[in-house]
């Protein structure tokens, strides 16, 4: 029994310690130094998506769908982190930038192609309507941008991963 707990435990510890809540334990993700560390099945692939992280400083990282198809391989991530890269009582000093990102890998994990999508922003004025509505193949988010006067919906379709994100907008309705 105690060695049943301390596997839960350990295996608890593990996941929080690289920040992700993937389901597929063949892969790991961390941010660091301007992009992600992706591990699969032992062997750490460094993606440079710098340019499509809008936290000043990186706070969670989710793989959020991985897959491969046609010899291809696609990830969606999702990035979140801080406004500003130390916290405080000013403008957006609490605040919270979030990303998709969704990737298409070659064989060797070469970038071929990156779409990102900021969901949530303190700075931007994008704010998250909802939850993810998040089932075992698809990934269904409504965002406002008030900058913009915008609605976003934005869905995911993992048994469809070359056709990346599907995004609808439409003009925001006044009150």
């Known amino acids: 029994m105690k060695?049943?707990?301390?596997i839960i435990v350990l295996c608890f510890a593990a996941n929080s310690a690289f920040a992700q809540k993937s389901n597929d334990p063949s892969y790991k993700i961390r941010a660091r130094n301007?992009?992600?560390s992706v591990t699969f099945k032992g062997k750490a692939h460094w993606l440079n998506v710098s340019g499509q992280i809008d936290a000043a400083k990186v706070t969670e990282t989710e793989l959020m769908f991985a897959n491969q198809k046609d010899g291809f391989r696609y990830l969606v991530i999702d990035i979140s982190g801080w406004s500003?890269?130390?916290?405080?009582?000013?403008?957006?000093?609490?605040?919270?930038?979030?990303?998709?990102?969704?990737?298409?890998?070659?064989?060797?994990?070469?970038?071929l192609d990156v779409k990102a999508v900021r969901y949530q922003s303190c700075r931007s004025g994008i704010d998250l309507n909802d939850s993810f509505k998040s089932t075992k193949n698809s990934l269904n988010i409504?965002?406002?941008?008030?900058?913009?006067?915008?609605?976003?919906?934005?869905?995911?379709n993992a048994d469809e991963p070359e056709k990346g994100f599907q995004i609808e907008e439409t003009k925001l309705k006044e009150n």
């Open 3 to 6: 060695t049943a707990i301390f």
């Open 142 to 156: 409504e965002f406002d941008n008030f900058r913009d006067d915008v609605k976003t919906k934005l869905s995911y």
């Open 84 to 111: 500003r890269e130390k916290q405080n009582d000013r403008q957006c000093g609490a605040g919270v930038e979030s990303n998709l990102i969704w990737l298409k890998l070659d064989s060797a994990w070469k970038i």
């Open 34 to 36: 301007g992009g992600v």
